[in-house]
Structure formats: structure tokens, C-alpha cells
């Protein structure tokens, strides 16, 4: 038996069908010995349930849940959790890919400090062809995040999400349990996920390349540019966020974060026409200002 904590990697599946297979593919190949996969299918229209299906057929340790109809990214998450028995893991999208030391690399420095909440890597990111871009963070930039997590990491990317690469971190499960999982009612799960963890807990960065990130053009990034209701979607989770935010925040440095990440969103909510959100950052602005003007100096 071995004696390495278990890790569980959720792979979450919608409509992956041209990748899903690479992505399972490179979980199983993992050079750390102690994995339980866990495969979601968030009720897709393609014919990603029969690929998985027929991946999983030889597979009896791997537990593959189908969701009989379309959760969202957080509450099939939080749902597949319940069947989970690692002592960290990995929320993994279908598209993206594991490098075969990517989690052994993170456990090792966890098992170093059993305080952290999460250890995250560098990574690299591919296309449709699974052809190598770039890497995810240069030079310039891991050196800014090591800064920024020495100095308040929770404050930094408040901010500034340019610290964050959600797809290759590794999390303890205990925090995850105490802070009830991922927030059901936001669109996207990190972005809430890391500001929470990094509130009360320390974080650890790695620079090494452990994942491929896959970039495309329905990503859910690219939401941003364009007026859809998919937009709309990302502007109402972002302004839970930063309304939580504004409720966690103390000193005024982290009141002056919170001010240049509603700038941000308020310039994406221009772009994209949304008067809503247009106003409400305005009023969350108003609010924020008002608050780090009655707050006392650090």
C-alpha cells in the first residue's frame, strides 16, 4: 500500500469531446503513485459522455458521475467533492493537461509545510492543435509573484488576477471543507476560491512548468470582449466577489486594491455595454472610497 497522501483530481467535462481524452490520458500517466480520478460530465450536448464512457469501461477505480442535468462549473464541483477521499486535489477542466510530474512536484513541496493551502505552479499554454504558445508566466512575472505573496497575496490579486494560474494548483482538502467549498452561486469558481484561501491561509508558488493550459476561442475568458449573456454571467460573479471582498477587506491598502480592481471591471463593463454593472461598480466605488477614507492608517 502506498504510503503518499492520496490526491484527487476532479476532471470536469462540458462539450470537451476533441480533448477529454488527452486530458484523462495524462491523469492516469502521472509518474506520483497514489491518484483518484474523478470524471464529471455537466450534462454535455456533444458525445463527450460515450468517449468517457468508453475510456472509463477498463478503468473500475475510476469514478465517472454524469450529471443528469447542466449544474454549472461550481455546484458539480462541490457535488463531486462528496465522492472524493484525497487529502489535497486538482480541479482540472477536460481540456487542459497534466505534465506526467505535475503532481508529484506539487505534493513534495506541500508535505514541507502541511500549513499551506495551496501550492500552484507555472505552466504553458496550447491551442487547438496542441501546439506550445507561451509560458504562463515569464521571468519578470514570477518574480512578482513571490513578492506578492510575501507581502499580502490576498491584496495582490485583489487587484490584479496576473499572480493567478488556477488550472495547475494543488489544494489541501481540509481548507476546502472549512471554507464550504466553492461558492454555488458564482459562474466561475477561482477567482472567489483564492481570494478566501489566501485571506487566512499561506500559498505557495513553484516555477516550474507542470500543466498545459488550453487556450480557445469559446474560452471562458474571452467572455470579456463581447456582449452575451455569458458576459453578463461573468459580470454578475465578479461583482459578488468584489462585494465579498469589500465586506473582508481591514486595512487600507486592501481598500485601495479593491478601488483598482473595480476600475478594471468597470472599463469590461464599457467594452461590453452593460449599464447594470455599469452602475453598480460606480456604487461599489463610491462605497469602497468612502471606507478607505474612514479607515484608520496601517
Known amino acids: 500500500m502506498s504510503t503518499s497522501p492520496l490526491v484527487t483530481v476532479i476532471c470536469s467535462c462540458y462539450n470537451h469531446s476533441e480533448y477529454v481524452l488527452k486530458s484523462l490520458d495524462a491523469v492516469t500517466n502521472q509518474t506520483y503513485p497514489n491518484v483518484e480520478l474523478i470524471v464529471v460530465d455537466d450534462c454535455s450536448t456533444d458525445n463527450s459522455i460515450e468517449i468517457i464512457e468508453n475510456w472509463t469501461r477498463n478503468k473500475p477505480k475510476v469514478l465517472f458521475i454524469k450529471n443528469s442535468k447542466n449544474l454549472g462549473l461550481t455546484r458539480s464541483f462541490n457535488h463531486a467533492m462528496k465522492s472524493a477521499s484525497g487529502k489535497y486535489f486538482m480541479d482540472l477542466a477536460a481540456d487542459d493537461i497534466l505534465l506526467p510530474n505535475c503532481i508529484e512536484t506539487l505534493v513534495k513541496s506541500f508535505e514541507k509545510n502541511l500549513d499551506l493551502a495551496m501550492v500552484y505552479s507555472n505552466a504553458e499554454t496550447i491551442n487547438e492543435k ?169
Request: hydrophobic share 40%; net charge positive.
Open 130 to 298: 496542441d501546439e506550445v504558445k507561451e509560458t504562463f508566466f515569464n521571468k519578470a512575472q514570477t518574480a512578482k509573484i513571490k513578492t506578492a505573496i510575501q507581502d499580502n497575496f490576498y491584496q495582490n490579486i485583489l487587484a490584479n488576477s496576473i499572480y493567478m494560474c488556477s488550472v495547475s494548483a494543488l489544494y489541501n482538502r481540509n481548507i476546502f471543507d472549512t471554507l464550504n467549498g466553492y461558492d454555488e452561486g458564482l459562474y466561475f469558481e477561482d477567482f472567489d476560491y483564492w481570494l478566501r484561501i489566501s485571506r487566512k491561509h499561506p500559498v505557495e508558488f513553484i516555477d516550474i512548468i507542470l500543466v498545459q493550459k488550453r487556450f480557445l476561442e469559446n474560452s471562458m475568458g474571452n467572455g470579456f470582449f463581447v456582449k452575451s449573456e455569458h458576459t453578463h454571467k461573468l459580470h454578475t460573479s465578479f461583482y459578488i466577489i468584489l462585494k465579498k471582498a469589500y465586506s473582508m477587506n481591514v486595512k487600507k491598502s486592501e481598500y485601495v486594491a479593491l478601488l483598482q480592481r473595480i476600475y478594471k471591471q468597470t472599463r469590461w463593463a464599457i467594452k461590453t455595454i452593460n449599464v447594470k454593472y455599469l452602475f453598480l461598480y460606480f456604487v461599489l466605488f463610491t462605497q469602497t472610497l468612502c471606507k478607505l477614507i474612514s479607515v484608520k492608517k496601517e
